[in-house]
């Protein structure tokens, strides 16, 4: 029985990323220390309130607590907070925040957010994303695509739906055109705002292949709660095809005059 | 002391002016300088908007448990009203209850009575400052009749969104709201002002800094906090004003920085909670000294560790924005700084679990609502371990389980705390005692249904339910039964608690009418403001009080009555 398994009783979602291991473990941890915390507390203030009752203990002592038993306490609670921070907090933080994976492995893809959709950009078959500039959109154009980027020919779009493959690490560069949207994946315990002007990445290894919903997790105006797309994690030969297919679909379309579409 | 003599004048004269009928109504309850009228002002106007953000919850919590339905008292819910009602309730509840209720009203009636002199330094001002909280509620509520609705872009206003009308579609509701927050932050800057300088200047004689009841020290404390943070928010607002009207860039991504915004708001936001929970910390300390007759365990620790509260609040701020794109350098930072204030708010209660150890406790209904709200800021305060750490903030970000957190610290701060004091201090206020057992029904009721409304909350959060969502119908994961069941029981319990406040309202109307007479010191209490009668007039004493001691001499071993008030001479 694992320390995060208390988390599956009180109705935690299914895990299918290789660091939220780590998150929910630690989600566990916090979960038994706030538990035995609370009940702690809980019986101490109950015998209080029973042993001065008035009834019981009709004159209060003026002196009072003199040992240095509430010393321990405390200085106990700042040990195991101690350790929450520099055994689980930090390690995971950095990993995620400062340890970008690198190498010919890493699928890159982009998110972006408007009111109320997302488009996401995948770099097609040269695993290179091509520029965007907000200046560039229009009706066509819908993410502001640079065209005199050469790493961008054989860039695709994916409306409301983010295909990845399993097994391989995952950095997803979130942007958004106008308010701030959240990329929130929970089954990946993995999360981004998403910034008008602001370059942000985050990365995760899923771990298992199946279809969940995105949800958009920082309200954005009056059609928030319809601005859902769909996360499929799907076996990497699926998804090689699948990038291939779209690609070359987008170099021969780029390839003549851009007016067909 | 001049103001001694100066007060032998005022209150003969405020008698006389009971005689001069024409005069007495508006210049005695409307426009009063009377420290206690403006703090009643502030607080019933409180208890108002309260009633008009509860109504708001209702709404939103009605349509989350049966969505689509037609909800009495209201109708049916669009999408952009759930959104400004949402952002409403969250605004109402912070800026326009808590603030006036527990730091204003308590502020402004207990400060003058507890230090022993007859009203603030400056009575104009705090005047000035109760009609420009007026004047912003006013506006608030004028809000919701603009064309185009209220403003619905979340209490934190974060612009894009809060900032350009072709994305938030309300166009005045958004300058208006922007300008109430704006004119009830200046309403407290000036009652703050009087706070701190009444407290330093106008103490009773004889009474030293560390004579004065915790409660005044937590009011200055939290003053002074509050003071030093709403600067930048000020500046950010007027930013995010000309952004709406003018079409500036402060916060576009074009020119300026949507995330400025996001840290001049929680600079102010973050110790805003301080602000909120400091005062009543000082109630707590209060009643459960009186309750317990003992004196407050460590009381100068308390103190000491108030201030680091207010430091350590001016540094945490970052912790709501791990997920905004800050440098992820700062976050490991914020996270430290998160977990280290819990370690002087848990030395703060730990003072309070020690006054209570030895004592003779009596649960009177002050009493119970002082223990509820330590019980139940436990669960609020152990849940913010989760969101403080920066890894696992990532995955509760913006879900129920934070909406369950801050309203398991907030609301045992305003509704326990605040029936706390209402209880507490209703004897002083009116002459009249309620009635016990009305209290007792009003208590039980109200904090079981409370718990039943926000559990439920926190297993919605960590099975990734995101907060502000009108609809769940298009997340299969988020409509299965038992996801929607936990929706529906939050729901059945708020009107639960709703209901129990009829024994309540029972209560104080019996009460008023025909209550006992409560005399000046009910509850056998040590500090000053118990010495003034009840009500206490204008001037509240026909002469000021001296102090000989501290304020909790309790069950003083050789002395026969368990209470020692700190004017008595032996």
């Known amino acids: 029985m694992s320390v995060s398994s208390i988390l599956k009783i009180f109705g935690l979602p299914e895990l299918a990323s290789e660091h939220g291991e780590l998150v929910d473990h630690m989600n566990g941890f916090v979960h038994w220390f706030m538990l035995v915390l609370f009940v702690g507390w809980s019986i101490f203030l109950i015998y209080v309130f029973y042993r001065f009752n008035q009834k019981r203990n009709p004159r209060a002592d003026y002196h009072g607590v003199r040992g240095h038993a509430t010393t321990h306490i405390e200085i106990g609670v700042c040990i195991v907070e101690a350790i929450l921070l520099i055994g689980f907090a930090f390690p995971l933080w950095a990993r995620q925040a400062d340890e970008f994976p690198t190498g010919p492995d890493v699928v890159k893809l982009r998110a972006v957010g408007e009111q109320f959709l997302w488009t996401f950009h995948y770099a097609g078959n040269d695993g290179v994303l091509g520029g965007i500039n907000p200046k560039l959109t229009t009706s066509t154009n819908t993410i502001g695509r640079d065209a005199s980027d050469p790493n961008g020919k054989d860039d695709f779009l994916s409306g409301g739906v983010m295909r990845i493959p399993v097994g391989r690490p995952c950095i997803v560069d979130v942007r958004s055109k106008d308010v701030i949207h959240n990329l929130a994946l929970v089954p990946m315990r993995a999360a981004q705002d998403a910034t008008p002007g602001v370059k942000a990445h985050m990365w995760f290894k899923p771990t298992k292949a199946g279809t969940w919903d995105i949800i958009c997790g920082q309200l954005c105006g009056s059609g928030h709660s319809q601005m859902k797309a769909t996360l499929e994690v799907m076996e990497q030969k699926e998804f090689d095809a699948w990038v291939k297919e779209q690609s070359d679909t987008a170099i021969k379309n780029a390839a003549p005059a851009p007016a067909a579409k | ?570």
């Not at chain 2, 102010?268 to 909120?276: Q, R």
């Not at chain 2, 800050?326 to 976050?331: E, G, K, L, T």
């Not at chain 2, 309540?504 to 000046?520: E, Q, R, T, W």
């Open chain 2, 1 to 570: 002391m001049t103001s001694s003599s100066v007060h032998a004048d005022a209150a003969p004269e405020a008698d006389s002016h009971a005689h001069h009928a024409p005069q007495s109504f508006w210049s005695k309850y409307i426009f009063s300088v009377d420290h206690k009228i403006i703090g009643l002002q502030y607080t019933l106007t409180g208890i108002f908007m309260a009633v008009v953000g509860v109504y708001m919850s209702y709404v939103f919590r009605m349509h989350l448990a049966n969505p689509a339905a037609h909800i009495p008292f209201y109708g049916v819910l669009s999408p952009a009203a759930y959104n400004s009602l949402v952002t409403n309730h969250g605004t109402i509840m912070i800026f326009w209850v808590a603030m006036p209720i527990l730091l204003a009203g308590l502020g402004n009636y207990c400060i003058p009575l507890m230090i022993g002199c007859d009203d603030m330094v400056f009575p104009r001002v705090n005047r000035l400052s109760f009609q420009v909280f007026f004047l912003s509620t006013v506006l608030l509520l004028v809000g919701f009749m603009a064309p185009g609705g209220a403003f619905g872009g979340a209490w934190t206003s974060y612009p894009p969104l809060s900032a350009k009308v072709e994305y938030n579609l309300t166009p005045h509701g958004n300058v208006i709201w922007l300008l109430a927050v704006a004119l009830e932050i200046v309403a407290f800057l000036l009652g703050g002002i009087n706070f701190v300088t009444t407290a330093m200047n106008s103490r009773a004689k004889g009474m030293k800094m560390f004579d004065m009841p915790v409660l005044v020290w937590m009011i200055v404390i939290a003053t002074i906090i509050f003071m030093m943070s709403v600067g930048p928010l000020v500046a950010g607002a007027v930013m995010l004003l000309l952004d709406q009207t003018l079409g500036t860039h402060f916060f576009a991504a074009q020119g300026g920085d949507p995330v400025l915004w996001q840290h001049l708001f929680w600079f102010f936001g973050h110790p805003e909670v301080y602000v909120l929970l400091l005062p009543e910390l000082g109630v707590v300390c209060e009643i459960i000294c009186v309750f317990s007759r003992k004196p407050l365990f460590g009381y100068k620790t308390i103190v000491y560790t108030t201030f680091m509260v207010g430091i350590l609040s001016m540094i945490v701020w970052a912790h709501h924005q791990f997920i905004a794109g800050i440098d992820p350098r700062m976050a490991s930072i914020f996270s430290l700084t998160t977990i280290i204030i819990s370690i002087p708010v848990a030395v703060i209660m730990f003072a309070m679990i020690a006054t209570l150890f030895k004592g003779s406790i009596e649960f009177k209904v002050p009493m119970l609502w002082a223990i509820g709200l330590i019980v139940e800021f436990l669960l609020g305060g152990v849940t913010g371990i989760y969101l403080g750490s920066s890894a696992l903030d990532v995955y509760f970000h913006d879900t129920y389980f934070v909406v369950a957190h801050f309203h398991y610290t907030l609301i045992p701060l305003v509704a326990f705390g605040g029936f706390a004091i209402f209880t507490y201090y209703f004897p002083k206020v009116t002459g009249k005692m309620l009635d016990e057992r009305l209290g007792r029904i009003h208590f039980w009721g109200s904090a079981i249904a409370f718990n039943f409304i926000f559990i439920p909350l926190f297993f919605s959060g960590l099975a990734g339910e995101h907060r502000r969502i009108y609809d769940y119908s298009g997340f299969a994961e988020l409509t299965t039964p038992h996801m929607q069941s936990l929706r529906t029981m939050a729901t059945h319990a708020l009107l639960v608690m709703i209901a129990f406040q009829i024994p309540f309202v029972i209560n104080v109307i019996k009460s008023l009418l025909k209550g006992a007479p409560a005399g000046a010191n009910p509850w056998k209490a040590n500090t000053l403001e118990w010495t003034a009668d009840s009500p206490p007039p204008h001037g509240n004493w026909a002469e000021l009080p001296e102090v000989y001691r501290g304020p909790y001499e309790y069950s003083v071993p050789g002395r026969e009555q368990d209470y020692w008030p700190q004017n008595a001479a032996n």
